[in-house]
């Protein structure tokens, strides 16, 4: 990176990512090593290397660019997206990564990048436009045909993540509150007929029957999440000590690894741990909502809001399911969760973010 662009990088947005993936690398460690020893730990050090060298590409390259890539980028997104009906790796009855060699690609992932740069293009070339409900419908297009891709796989969470990004990236936009008010309650009546028609797979259903009855079925669909509050409560203020948990030791906890990396971090580092980890999300966000606020023009103003969306809904789901005020739901947390896909797009979004403030300023070499 050149010296110039060096001393305009926001550190602290840095410095507190950078912390997060060293302390998943030691999650992901202490949650595997018993039955993987060190594989699990050396597949997400390469994942968390190559997501660092995307960060820093990103940084450097104006962001406007970057916006150049929108289409082409949604576009083989939708190729993969097609590719993984036919031929994904299936994961507990979900069709979502397509197997390249050892490693399984989520294409998902990716839509979230291509989405947060076509979104903050088309909005900000159009901002004389933005009370208008028709330009409203014509952005809310662009998650149309990829989203029903996700759906089929089938994936509920990740196009309940896209649309609150459209709607914070609407919202900051200038469209008018009572458009976004009445596209949200369209889409949760769709959620709602869906459910009465039986679109939504059983599953999903028992997953979202058991977090509203928690306690009917504490050895059944709601023993993952159970199990999680236990080893989280048996963690107390500063923890067991790291590597020391027995829940996550004897694997009491399903996917501890990644969707309840959290469980983990709560038995073995405590309370103090766990909100040290949620200080470092509320300052990644906070200088997120920082960099929006300072962006030079619509578009990186907008291209931050998404990006900053991404992370928040990801922490508040991830946690929430964790901790038992949300339903099970496969959402990792950012940057500390096993997995590249998900490692790879969230270091895209910081890079993102870095851009848009590297960039506010016109830079001369």
Same mark, same amino acid.
């Given at each position: ?34 039955? *993987? =020893?060190?594989?699990? #730990?050396?597949?997400? %050090?390469?994942?968390? !290397?190559?997501?660092?060298? @995307? +960060? $820093? /590409? ?84 662009? *998650? =149309?045909?990829?989203? #029903?891709?996700?759906? %089929?796989?089938?994936? !509920?969470?990740?196009?309940? @993540? +896209? $649309? /609150? ?201």
């Amino acid at each position: 990176m050149p010296r110039r662009l060096a001393a305009r990088i926001d550190w602290v947005l840095l410095v507190a990512v950078v912390t997060l993936v060293v302390i998943g690398l030691t999650m992901v460690y202490s949650a595997t090593r018993v039955e *993987m =020893g060190t594989r699990k #730990l050396a597949l997400q %050090a390469v994942w968390a !290397l190559m997501g660092l060298a @995307l +960060l $820093f /590409l990103f940084a450097c390259v104006d962001y406007s660019r970057l916006q150049s890539l929108a289409v082409p980028l949604l576009g083989v997104t939708i190729v993969l997206l097609l590719l993984v009906l036919g031929l994904g790796h299936i994961v507990k009855g979900a069709a979502r990564w397509i197997p390249v060699g050892p490693l399984n690609v989520q294409p998902s992932e990716l839509l979230k990048i291509a989405l947060i740069l076509a979104l903050s293009g088309f909005l900000a070339t159009r901002e004389d436009e933005v009370e208008d409900f028709g330009l409203v419908l014509k952005s809310l297009a662009y *998650m =149309g045909a990829p989203t #029903l891709l996700v759906l %089929a796989q089938p994936d !509920l969470g990740t196009p309940v @993540l +896209l $649309f /609150l990004m459209w709607l914070a990236m609407a919202l900051v936009a200038g469209c008018r509150l009572t458009h976004l008010g009445g596209l949200a309650l369209a889409f949760l009546m769709l959620f709602v007929a869906a459910w009465g028609l039986d679109i939504i797979r059983p599953h999903q259903k028992e997953r979202l029957a058991a977090f509203l009855e928690a306690d009917a079925d504490p050895r059944g669909k709601n023993w993952q999440q159970q199990q999680s509050l236990i080893a989280i409560g048996s963690g107390h203020f500063v923890g067991k000590g790291l590597f020391k948990g027995t829940q996550s030791r004897l694997r009491f906890v399903p996917d501890q690894e990644t969707d309840f990396i959290f469980t983990v971090i709560g038995e073995e580092t405590g309370f103090l741990g766990s909100l040290f980890v949620l200080g470092l999300f509320g300052l990644v966000v906070y200088r997120g909502l920082a960099i929006a606020a300072a962006a030079k023009d619509t578009s990186g103003r907008l291209m931050a809001t998404g990006v900053v969306a991404m992370v928040l809904v990801h922490v508040l789901v991830n946690v929430g399911m964790a901790t038992g005020l949300g339903p099970v739901k496969g959402m990792p947390l950012p940057f500390v969760s096993y997995g590249g896909s998900s490692m790879l797009t969230m270091m895209a979004g910081i890079g993102l973010l870095q851009s848009v403030h590297i960039h506010r300023q016109k830079i001369t070499f």
